[in-house]
């Protein structure tokens, strides 16, 4: 049984940073890539950013430039470093992980507030 956990959400005004971790119970190089979602309410889960195997990332149009996404496989941790956060990246975020043929390893997820 796999575990994600996320930790490093809160409250922050606009413009400030925030970086959100995803402990995962066994080796990140077991899954194919890692990604964190968000989900703002009343709106449908969205991918946010991906970080596969080889090291390849993606990310949402409306955070490059501002998120990273990146990994430390001696933790076996994942990260999302959010700088310039806005108020429309309020939402809960969670960390997904993927190996071959699914990616149903989910975290329980972490509250982002970003308010004025």
């Known amino acids: 049984q796999v575990q994600l956990v996320e930790s490093g959400g809160g409250l922050v005004q606009p413009g400030e940073s925030l970086r959100l971790s995803c402990a995962a119970s066994?080796?990140?190089?077991?899954?194919?890539?890692m990604s964190w979602y968000r989900q703002a309410p009343g709106k449908e889960r969205e991918l946010v950013a991906t970080?596969?195997?080889?090291?390849?990332?993606k990310y949402l149009d409306s955070v490059k430039g501002r998120f990273t996404i990146s990994r430390d496989s001696a933790k076996n941790t994942v990260y999302l470093q959010m700088n310039g956060l806005k108020p429309e990246d309020t939402a809960v975020y969670y960390c997904?992980?993927?190996?071959?043929?699914?990616?149903?390893?989910w975290g329980q997820g972490t509250q982002v507030t970003v308010s004025s």
């Open positions: 997904n992980a993927c190996q071959t043929g699914s990616c149903a390893y």
């Open positions: 066994r080796n990140i190089y077991s899954f194919n890539g």
């Open positions: 970080l596969t195997i080889g090291g390849v990332t």
